[in-house]
T-cell receptor, first 112, second 111 residues
Framework: NAGVTQTPKFQVLKTGQSMTLQCAQDMNHNSMYWYRQDPGMGLRLIYYSASEGTTDKGEVPNGYNVSRLNKREFSLRLESAAPSQTSVYFC???????????FGPGTRLTVL | GENVEQHPSTLSVQEGDSAVIKCTYSDSASNYFPWYKQELGKGPQLIIDIRSNVGEKKDQRIAVTLNKTAKHFSLHITETQPEDSAVYFCAASGSFQKLVFGTGTRLLVSP
């Protein structure tokens, strides 16, 4: 099992460009999450999907959109990137609420 | 909403010493408290968790304690080894069952 995979690993964008971060899990988990990690601020929840077909906002959703494509895949889209979105992005999945979350290796995004 | 505070931000110990990291939370309805270890360049990985109906849990050299009255929980690592060096995050699952993370503790274990 690969667990949680994320692509790309690194990305550099110019302000105003758009991109989609991809995430897939092979553990048949119901819930999936997107976090961003910034120095000194821990991990903050951007969006989550409690189950296939549902998505909800987390703590810092502004500037992002998500799509739960199917049970395996959960993508994060930046429509118009801003320097404030420079961060490391982690995708995670779990069987459900209150269960262990398994994290992917992260995507390091720089917006110039 | 839930707020989690974590201390200290950095912790340096000698190999073989014990390390303690403390967290406090604000939402009395929180009922799930995991601890994650993050090595450089990797995603966080769960090392131990505790639920609100339990006061203490151990797994070899790692233990977590929970005081619901005081709304704080702690991670204890005994007989530290250089490979324990990493960033550790506590988290709490509040009323809306979303995990809220602390800001992390960088643990450095010197040989």
């Amino acid at each position: 099992n690969a667990g949680v995979t994320q692509t790309p690993k690194f990305q550099v964008l110019k302000t105003g460009q758009s991109m989609t971060l991809q995430c897939a899990q092979d553990m048949n988990h119901n819930s999936m999450y997107w976090y961003r990690q910034d120095p000194g601020m821990g991990l903050r929840l951007i969006y989550y999907s409690a189950s296939e077909g549902t998505t909800d906002k987390g703590e810092v959703p502004n500037g992002y959109n998500v799509s739960r494509l199917n049970k395996r895949e959960f993508s994060l889209r930046l429509e118009s990137a801003a320097p404030s979105q420079t961060s490391v992005y982690f995708c995670a999945s779990s069987e459900g609420w209150g269960n262990e979350q398994f994290f992917g290796p992260g995507t390091r995004l720089t917006v110039l | 909403g839930e707020n989690v505070e974590q201390h200290p931000s950095t912790l340096s110990v000698q190999e073989g010493d014990s390390a303690v990291i403390k967290c406090t939370y604000s939402d009395s309805a929180s009922n799930y408290f995991p601890w994650y270890k993050q090595e450089l360049g990797k995603g966080p990985q769960l090392i131990i968790d505790i639920r609100s109906n339990v006061g203490e849990k151990k797994d070899q050299r790692i233990a977590v304690t929970l005081n619901k009255t005081a709304k704080h929980f702690s991670l204890h690592i005994t007989e530290t080894q250089p490979e324990d060096s990493a960033v550790y995050f506590c988290a709490a699952s509040g009323s809306f069952q979303k995990l809220v993370f602390g800001t992390g503790t960088r643990l450095l274990v010197s040989p």
